[in-house]
Nanobody, 115 residues
């Protein structure tokens, strides 16, 4: 059974950076999409960034609110996905969830950005 385990959340001041990592255990489909979602208090869960493995490389997608600040990457050999978050602001606060192919979720990791 595949499981997703996230790490790297925490508390950071506005303007700071954090790196989130997610590791998928078990066998996963070779061509898949791994993504990060976040949910702020009182708000719906939203897509932050996704990365899809395609023949010869990968394809990324970002929410408009994080473009230019966040970078998603993956290591196919290790079945991991990383989210580098820079220039964080308080609106980035929330629980960040790793997702595999739209179906499997990690347990979530808290990111708090103080002003």
């Amino acid at each position: 059974q595949v499981q997703l385990v996230e790490s790297g959340g925490g508390l950071v001041q506005a303007g700071g950076s954090l790196r989130l990592s997610c590791a998928a255990s078990g066998t996963i489909p070779r061509f898949n999409t791994m993504a990060w979602y976040r949910q702020a208090p009182g708000k719906q869960r939203e897509l932050v960034a996704s990365i899809t493995r395609v023949a010869g490389g990968s394809r990324t997608n970002y929410a408009d609110s994080v473009k230019g600040r966040f970078t998603i990457s993956r290591d196919n050999a290790k079945n991991t996905v990383t989210l580098e978050m820079n220039s964080l602001n308080p609106e980035d606060t929330g629980v960040y969830y790793c997702n595999l192919s739209g179906r499997l979720w990690g347990q979530g990791t808290q990111v708090t950005v103080s002003s």
